[in-house]
């Protein structure tokens, strides 16, 4: 993995850990390096890391319910279905349907793969097989443990667009999945990217990417909108994980290969 192709993103050396908080997790994380290596110190923190995100998910759960009984951000959900219906034409929801299937449990992992493979080919790079895998499969395991712990159940049938869906509707599923997944594969695109316009695009398709397929999710009426705010809370969150642990990565891995491989 050549690990010193990744090592900038524009002019900033993703190995200079500035902030103070940084500097710790450097510190705290250079043991476990020393003893499993920076590959398996890298599959270990995602692996931790994604315990601990579904853990924080089921409480987030419990806390949503909280705003939810308290008609906080909730309230949005009810006017934002009614208007999704108002805007609603035959032509239109057959495409946005379409458009959402790319989210879906069929279509997500075939994108992913596709992606996955090309970069890891044209790059000769083993960074794409592991981590659009490690975001995949954490955020699945947060979806699952917020359906799980909350259970909410989706707009009433009569306001949705067929096919319906039967799943609990905390969080969306589609909307979690696109975010981390997109996010990923911007993240690895900037990484080869020396143009700052060419990388502000590619983050800019990202989010119009994770925006419009959760908007999709509410047009369609199979979430209500705090299903889609909370799943790309949860998806940025997670997404900062697998970006610092990958940032750490390449810093044992330099680090460990030395000056003269960092100068490379």
Known sequence: ???????????????????????????????????????????????????????????????????????????????????????????????????????????????????????????????????????????LLMTVAGKDAFGRLRPPVELAVPPYESSPSFPSGHSLNALVIAGVVAYLLVLRQHRKRTRALTIALAILFAVTMGLSRVYLGHHWLTDVLVAWTLGIAWLAVVITVHRLFLTFRLHRAGPRAAAA
């Open 1 to 139: 993995m050549p690990a010193h192709q990744d090592q900038y993103v524009g002019p900033r050396d993703l190995t200079r850990w500035e902030s103070p908080i940084g500097r710790l997790l450097v510190r705290f994380v250079r043991p476990l390096a020393r003893w499993a290596g920076p590959h398996g110190a890298l599959l270990l923190l995602i692996g931790i890391g994604g315990g601990i995100a579904a853990a924080l998910t089921a409480v987030s759960a419990e806390v949503y319910e909280a705003v939810v009984e308290s008609d906080g951000v909730a309230a949005l959900d009810r006017p934002a279905l009614d208007l999704a219906v108002s805007l609603r034409q035959d032509g239109l929801n057959a495409f946005i349907t379409g458009y959402t299937n790319i989210g879906g449990p069929i279509g997500m992992p075939i994108l992913a793969v596709s992606i996955m493979v090309l970069l890891a080919v044209s790059r000769r790079s083993w960074s794409p097989v592991i981590l659009l895998p490690a975001a995949a499969f954490g955020s």
